[in-house]
């Protein structure tokens, strides 16, 4: 299956820890998106990387997030002391070319739990 | 403030009748409107797009229709099936602008 991937599914953290969440992109898929959904309410966009590089970043709290997308190695969505509200859904996408009018592919997302 | 609306949480449908899901949107700048299908613990799926240059798009038993004027957008499901029950997430973007979702309709076919 060379669908995007997103590890782990679920994710349990304390307040005050960090969380990490990994998306490995389709094969061929040179663009991430993270989305976020919280209880009850539709995806909102927080990031759009390319390889090495931030395209936009106007979703992202300005503060304790952070996303990369390496040359090698999977996109990782970073959450430094996370708090309770951190608690979501949060799903990578990819797509083969940049900017929304190329489908984007969805991978199952990482259920982050803020106890 | 929300750009992209769906006002209705769920809708029951019977199998083999037609499914109606609504969409309305503010922005009048956005030119392409998405549909995505999620089932539980998975992530979307896209289905059916169209471009504001289009009023109609059509793919199988989905179809997209846009009335501009009105900034709405509706998908038609028919037949619709069991495997059709989902939420159904509608998505609009301006040019190159990050795509912008609506909070979902679940959709039930009863068979």
């Known amino acids: 299956n060379a669908g995007v991937m997103q590890n782990p599914r679920h994710l349990v953290r304390r307040r005050g820890q960090e969380a990490r969440l990994r998306c490995s992109p389709m094969?061929?898929?040179?663009?991430v998106y993270w989305y976020r959904q919280l209880p009850e309410e539709g995806l909102k966009f927080m990031v759009y990387?390319?390889?090495?590089?931030?395209?936009?970043e106007s979703g992202m709290p300005k503060e304790r997030f952070s996303a990369e997308f390496p040359k090698e190695g999977p996109s990782i969505l970073r959450i430094q002391q996370v708090v309770r509200g951190d608690s979501a859904a949060y799903f990578c996408?990819?797509?083969?070319?940049?900017?929304?009018?190329?489908?984007?592919?969805f991978g199952p997302g990482t259920r982050l739990t803020v106890t | 403030d929300q750009q992209v609306k769906q006002n209705s949480p769920s809708l029951s449908v019977q199998e083999g009748r037609i499914s109606i899901l609504n969409c309305d949107y503010t922005?009048?700048?956005?030119?392409?409107f998405l549909w995505y299908k999620k089932y539980p613990a998975e992530g979307p799926t896209f289905l059916i797009s169209?471009?504001?240059?289009?009023d109609k798009n059509e793919d199988g038993r989905f179809t997209v229709f846009l009335n501009k004027s009105a900034k709405h957008l509706s998908l038609h499901i028919v037949p619709s099936q069991p495997g059709d029950s989902a939420v159904y997430f509608c998505?609009?973007?301006?040019?190159?602008?990050?795509?912008?979702f609506g909070k979902g309709t679940r959709l039930s076919v009863i068979a």
């Open positions: 996408a990819s797509s083969r070319s940049g900017g929304t009018n190329y489908e984007q592919y």
């Open positions: 094969k061929g898929h040179s663009h």
């Open positions: 169209i471009s504001s240059i289009k």
């Open positions: 922005n009048s700048m956005f030119d392409y």
């Open positions: 998505a609009a973007s301006e040019g190159n602008t990050p795509l912008v």
């Open positions: 990387l390319q390889k090495e590089n931030i395209i936009d």
